[in-house]
């Protein structure tokens, strides 16, 4: 299952601050969008625990701290973070397997564990 | 270069000289000038940042939805001192104040906005180091009496003996009471904490040692009191000034004998708790008006601490207030900054009948009526200088001659200092001889 943390169309500007998820599910060769999901980022732990629960493995999202990033990458979630556009862009684009045209500027390579072509 | 470049580059020249970070953002939210204290704080090089989404730069608590500059631009105002936090690429989270207004072209046209922040960081690192070495278990006081209990607590806590706390309502002596028994052996075990002056006294003498099944009419089955509940850990007795001679004697067993008969029982019940005892009167005077059994009060008073009237610490009163601020700000989701230079003043010159508890009232007052920011004289209740602003002007008519003015200054300042004249020369910065001239000259004399 993949997620991406958004406020209205676009991907939320940072995570830290986020109410809402669009996720996205793949059968196949084909990719589903699920209805969308409200989130708390206030309690971490339970964040986590609803992460865990519906199966989320990737999630894509704007600015994040540190902290947060540590917190959910060791429940093993992927975390693309600093990135930026509208969310069917940034979804077709991560498809495609590379995200790097919606990377935040000045923000490439910051603690991503691999480059975000390679996430799929 | 033309004039209009040379303009410019200087302006670039003084933005980029000042300690605040700076931007400007277009009508379609680009960013047009970004200065180096920007590059600094938010950890954006300026050449990634021009001609970019200032939300995809800033990386702020407030970009989504909650924009400030948008405001700004849409309302045509400005906004100041707005605390959030912002994101930097290495992931930390930085605390900003930030302040915005539209920009406008020559003909008044608003053509974007520009914002400056300020890094808090090491504001917030002061505070915190500053809180930490004047907090202890919750009580708050840089004061020489709360250093002094800050000192002794830790010591009559491993104590074990009684402890009596004297002082006057809101002065916090329900914290210290947790304090000690938080530091005790016994922390593990309960602390309970009962309002003897808010039950009547047959109803205080069953919640306290409780009751055996058929001990009165509605007793189906045994109810252990506060006693058994709190076995092995302490009891916090508050009001005992207020409990009847009967049940005094009850206590004077238990603090004597350690043990208690609950209602209805035939035999007695151990009793291992640690009593802690607290009043807001005069227990001596009431020992010599046989109001109080002396012996429960010898008993009782094995420790005391009192607990100093906020009024006799008033340089505990900015810290206190902070705190205060920083515990509405998470509980009411607000982002007041703090109190204005002027509601600070008129709060230090005030007494506070009720202690701490009333500060705290005058403050989620000023909540109410202060949106952002700081908390100015005006957001205060109206007790606190009603005819004056934050700006430290009164306003008086235009009809008002200098002599009236002199002698208004002179009633208000005597009566905010309860008619005592040293501390109304002291406020007023003129000598006793001067106070006493105008006493005589403008006919003022204290109301019977």
Redesign the interface.
């Known amino acids: 299952m993949l997620a991406l943390a958004v406020?209205e169309e676009r991907i939320?500007?940072?995570f830290?601050?986020?109410n809402e998820l669009v996720l996205v599910s793949r059968k196949g060769e084909q990719w589903i969008k699920q209805p969308r999901m409200k989130i708390s980022t206030h309690c971490i732990e339970g964040l986590v625990q609803d992460f865990k629960r519906i199966g989320i493995k990737v999630l894509i999202c704007?600015?994040?701290?540190?902290?947060l990033?540590r917190v959910i990458e060791s429940q093993d979630i992927y975390v693309i973070p600093?990135i930026?556009g509208r969310v069917d862009d940034v979804l077709l684009a991560y498809q495609d397997g590379d995200l790097s045209c919606f990377v935040?500027?000045?923000?490439r390579g910051?603690?991503r564990r691999s480059p975000a072509k390679k996430m799929k | 270069m033309d004039k209009q470049q040379k303009d410019l580059l200087q302006t670039n020249i003084i933005l980029n000289s000042v300690a605040d970070g700076v931007f400007t953002v277009d009508d379609e939210w680009k960013i047009t000038f970004f200065n180096q204290a920007a590059e600094r704080i938010t950890g954006i090089k300026q050449e990634d940042a021009l001609g970019n989404m200032c939300r995809d730069i800033f990386h702020s608590s407030i970009c989504d939805g909650s924009c400030t500059l948008r405001q700004c631009i849409e309302k045509d105002c400005s906004i100041t001192n707005k605390s959030i936090f912002i994101i930097t690429p290495d992931g930390n989270k930085v605390p900003v104040s930030i302040s915005a207004s539209p920009l406008k072209d020559d003909a008044g046209n608003i053509i974007g906005g520009v914002e400056v922040f300020r890094d808090l960081s090491e504001i917030n690192e002061l505070r915190k180091q500053l809180t930490k070495s004047y907090t202890f278990q919750d009580i708050i006081g840089k004061s020489k009496p709360m250093q002094h209990i800050f000192q002794i607590l830790p010591n009559i806590a491993k104590s074990n003996s009684t402890v009596l706390l004297l002082g006057e309502s809101g002065t916090g002596k329900e914290l210290v009471a947790r304090a000690v028994h938080n530091l005790s052996g016994r922390k593990n075990k309960p602390l309970v904490a009962v309002n003897c002056g808010a039950l009547p006294d047959t109803l205080l003498e069953s919640e306290l040692f409780g009751y055996k099944a058929g001990a009165f009419t509605d007793a189906k089955k045994d109810k252990p009191g506060y006693f058994a509940r709190a076995e092995k850990g302490s009891i916090f007795l508050d009001e005992i000034g207020d409990i009847s001679p009967a049940l005094q004697v009850k206590l004077l067993r238990v603090l004597q004998e350690k043990t208690y008969e609950p209602l209805g029982a035939t035999s007695s019940v151990k009793a291992d708790v640690r009593v802690i005892a607290a009043t807001n009167k005069d227990l001596e005077a009431m020992v010599r008006e046989e109001k109080f059994r002396n012996d429960l009060y010898y008993r009782l008073n094995v420790i005391q601490l009192k607990m100093p009237p906020l009024r006799e610490r008033k340089e505990d009163i900015p810290l206190l207030a902070d705190h205060i601020i920083q515990r509405f700000n998470s509980i009411k989701g607000k982002n007041i900054l703090g109190l204005s230079q002027h509601a600070l003043a008129l709060l230090m010159k005030y007494d506070y009948p009720g202690n701490v508890r009333e500060l705290e009232n005058i403050i989620e007052y000023a909540f109410i009526l202060c949106e952002e920011g700081l908390i100015l004289a005006e957001h205060l209740p109206e007790k606190f200088a009603p005819r004056f602003t934050d700006s430290g002007t009164k306003h008086i008519s235009s009809n008002f001659t200098l002599d009236e003015v002199k002698k208004q200054a002179v009633l208000d300042a005597l009566e905010r200092n309860g008619w005592k004249r040293m501390a109304t020369c002291r406020e007023l910065g003129i000598s006793k001889g001067t106070l006493r001239r105008m006493i005589e000259q403008y006919q003022i004399s204290e109301p019977k």
């Open positions: 406020f939320s500007s940072i830290d601050n986020s704007g600015a994040i701290s540190g902290c990033q600093w930026s935040m500027p000045g923000c910051c603690k």
